[in-house]
């Protein structure tokens, strides 16, 4: 059993830059390839950024590429999203998922991923 608590989150003006961490509990995070998504109001959710257990391979949704980084210490069991040049549009619930298959964590929706955090809200104003 793996939990995940997001924290991070809050109010930023346009072109701004916030940076979300998600705590892990357990032994063997770093066995575990790691995910952000995000769901907007009225919206679904959608992918936004993954890393591997190892941290060797990122993957971006195109909307935040070169925008947002994906890191991760696994000696302090926690990955973390670095945002920068905020837009309203980026403005949403960012949850993080855990999974022990890459795969999983890169999907459009998150389908099959074994564990999900409870959120954290960013609101953009412009």
């Known amino acids: 059993q793996v939990q995940l608590v997001e924290s991070g989150g809050g109010l930023v003006q346009a072109g701004g830059s916030l940076r979300l961490s998600c705590a892990a509990s357990?032994?063997?995070?770093?066995?575990?390839?790691m995910g952000w998504f995000r769901q907007a109001p009225g919206k679904e959710r959608e992918f936004v950024a993954a890393?591997?257990?190892?941290?060797?391979?990122?993957y971006y949704a195109d909307s935040v590429k070169g925008r947002f980084t994906t890191s991760r210490d696994n000696a302090k069991n926690t990955v973390y999203l670095q945002m920068n040049s905020l837009k309203p549009e980026d403005t949403a619930v960012y949850y993080c998922?855990?999974?022990?298959?890459?795969?999983?964590?890169?999907?459009?929706?998150?389908?099959?991923?074994?564990?999900w955090g409870k959120g954290t809200l960013v609101t953009v104003s412009s």
């Open positions: 357990g032994r063997t995070f770093g066995s575990y390839a």
């Open positions: 890393i591997s257990g190892s941290g060797s391979i990122t």
């Open positions: 998922a855990a999974s022990p298959n890459f795969r999983t964590v890169i999907t459009t929706r998150g389908s099959g991923v074994d564990y």
